[in-house]
């Protein structure tokens, strides 16, 4: 996770408008593995408010990300 005051800086988002599609930096992306069991996932859409909710295969076609077990 990014430390929130270096959150704008680096991304160019503020808080809570920060999403893992459409970064100016590509960031590693983890995504916790429950989410498999799930059709869709629903992330901020990069602007305070604003939703994407999309499934695994078809973020896949957008960025990399890895399934990992980020709750342990």
Known sequence: MIKQ????????YIHGG?????M????KTVI??????F???IFSAGKVGYQVEVSLDDLKKV????L???CD
């Open 32 to 37: 916790d593995i429950s989410s498999s069991k």
């Open 68 to 70: 990992e077990d980020v």
């Open 39 to 41: 059709n869709t996932i």
């Open 63 to 66: 960025i990399n990300y890895k």
């Open 18 to 22: 920060c999403s893992m599609i459409g």
């Open 5 to 12: 005051k270096d959150l704008l800086p680096l991304t160019g």
């Open 24 to 27: 100016k930096k590509q960031f």
